[in-house]
């Protein structure tokens, strides 16, 4: 049974930066989609960055990100640990909200992810 479990929320000030991670169990597979989602009070549920590998090319995972991040966030993933990471830099007040990990079993096109971690509250005060 696949299960995501996040960590690393917590709170800081404009500008800081805070790293989340998300442990995959059982294991991460070669073929995956993999992303990190947020949603703030009142608002939709965004993707913020995601992975995809076909398993096939050998490539490391191809990244995209949104607008509102780019530049400031980073997701990486360490396959031997099994742990998706999100690296955030100069957080925005904007940024705050409960942020989830999600993934996608293989990595078959368009993702649609169907593994879902509990979320990991962020908090930015200005």
């Known amino acids: 049974q696949v299960q995501l479990v996040e960590s690393g929320g917590g709170s800081v000030q404009a500008g800081g930066s805070l790293t989340l991670s998300c442990a995959a169990s059982?294991?991460?597979?070669?073929?995956?989609?993999m992303a990190w989602f947020r949603q703030a009070p009142g608002k939709e549920r965004e993707v913020v960055a995601s992975m995809h590998n076909d398993g096939v090319s050998n490539s490391s995972g191809a990244t995209t990100y949104a607008d509102s991040v780019k530049g400031r966030f980073t997701i990486s993933l360490d396959s031997a640990k099994n742990t998706l990471t999100l690296h955030m830099t100069n957080l925005k007040p904007e940024d705050a909200a409960m942020y989830f990990c999600?993934?996608?079993?293989?990595?078959?096109?368009?993702?649609?992810?169907?593994?879902w971690g509990q979320g990991t509250q962020v908090t930015v005060s200005s």
């Open positions: 059982p294991y991460i597979y070669s073929s995956y989609c």
């Open positions: 999600a993934a996608q079993y293989p990595g078959l096109l368009p993702c649609e992810y169907n593994h």
